[in-house]
């Protein structure tokens, strides 16, 4: 399964790679910022993305946005610290299959990645 990691803190993104490799992806591609990753995407075809809301060269809802446009079938997941129930609203509006709360979700956020990754083994040829 590919997995792109998209966060600009290079601490939580090493980190956040760890996990998620740990649960079985077998490709995951990092990147720092919405310009990288539109190629990226493009390009990997990933199933799922994992993205922080706050990307330093573009507001997250149109990264999200071009997420969705270029991989349309991938699982969209969205973290962020700041998590009040309008702005969880405002990203699953945008488009967003899951929105996690850093602080206090990320045991969830790795659930979700574990059922997909698990799922895709199960539908492997």
């Known amino acids: 399964m590919k997995l792109l990691l998209v966060e600009p803190s290079i601490l939580l993104r090493e980190r956040l790679a760890a996990m998620l490799a740990s649960l079985g992806c077998a490709e995951i591609v990092e990147s720092t910022a919405a ?66 709360d850093l602080s206090a979700q990320l045991d969830l956020l790795l659930n979700v990645v574990r059922r997909h990754s698990q799922a895709h083994l199960r539908a492997a040829p």
């Open 35 to 100: 310009e990288d990753t539109n190629r990226i995407m493009r390009l990997m075809q990933p199933e799922i993305v994992v993205m922080d809301a706050r990307l330093p060269d573009e507001g997250g809802c149109e990264a999200l946005a071009r997420a969705r446009h270029a991989c349309p079938s991938a699982c969209l997941i969205v973290m962020s610290s700041y998590s009040s129930e309008p702005y969880r609203k405002r990203w699953l509006q945008a488009g967003a299959d899951h929105f996690f």
